[in-house]
Each structure stands twice: as structure tokens, then as C-alpha cells.
């Protein structure tokens, strides 16, 4: 069964920073691309970060030199490192991993960014 599972969400400051984990169980992890997706009140989901099996990596415009994405293959684990947070990234943040077996989401994490 695969689970993905995300933390570090909260409340924070506009300027400040957050960052979020996303623990991966039940797929082979190493070789999964893993994306970090938002979706606000009253909009559709949309991507905000991607890293693949290399360590290769695609930001979305409105994110790139403030968010980082990052893993750490020992501890399956992906990182979304979020810098210079604006009240517009508030949003419910979503782990997502992709492999041959199939496309997986996780629950989600709540990120709130007051002004």
C-alpha cells in the first residue's frame, strides 16, 4: 500500500519560510519522480515543484528563487524548502509521486500565509 505522507504546514508570516517533508512508504522510492503540487480555495491544483529520479528539477514561474525542492533517497522522504512566503501561496500543498506502478497523492498539508 502507498502511502505519502506530508508535514510541516502551518501559519506564517509574509517574508517568512516553511518547510515542508513528504515520507513515502510502498514504492520504490529512488527511482519515483517526485512533485510537490497547491491547490487554493476556488482553483484548480497546479504544480509547484518537481524533482525526478536524478535529482533534476522544474519549478513553477511563480515559485522559482523562493521554493527548493529536495529528497533524500535513504529516508524516502521529498522536502519542499519554501523562502520569501507571500499570502498568495497559501494553499493546501500535496505530495505527489509518479512510477511505473501507477500515480500516487498524498493528503495534503495546509499552508497559510498572512500579510
Known amino acids: 500500500q502507498v502511502q505519502l505522507v506530508e508535514s510541516g504546514g502551518g501559519l506564517v508570516q509574509a517574508g517568512g519560510s516553511l518547510r515542508l517533508s513528504c515520507a513515502a512508504s510502498g514504492i520504490i522510492f529512488s527511482i519515483s519522480t517526485m512533485s510537490w503540487y497547491r491547490q487554493a480555495p476556488g482553483k484548480q491544483r497546479e504544480l509547484v515543484a518537481k524533482?525526478?529520479?536524478?535529482?533534476?528539477?522544474n519549478y513553477a514561474d511563480f515559485v522559482k528563487g523562493r521554493f527548493a525542492i529536495s529528497r533524500d533517497n535513504a529516508k524516502n522522504t521529498v522536502f519542499l524548502q519554501m523562502n520569501s512566503l507571500k499570502p498568495e501561496d497559501t494553499a493546501v500543498y500535496y505530495c505527489?509521486?509518479?512510477?511505473?506502478?501507477?500515480?500516487?497523492w498524498g493528503r495534503g498539508t495546509q499552508v497559510t500565509v498572512s500579510s
Open positions: 505527489n509521486a509518479f512510477i511505473f506502478t501507477g500515480n500516487f
Open positions: 524533482i525526478t529520479r536524478d535529482s533534476s528539477t
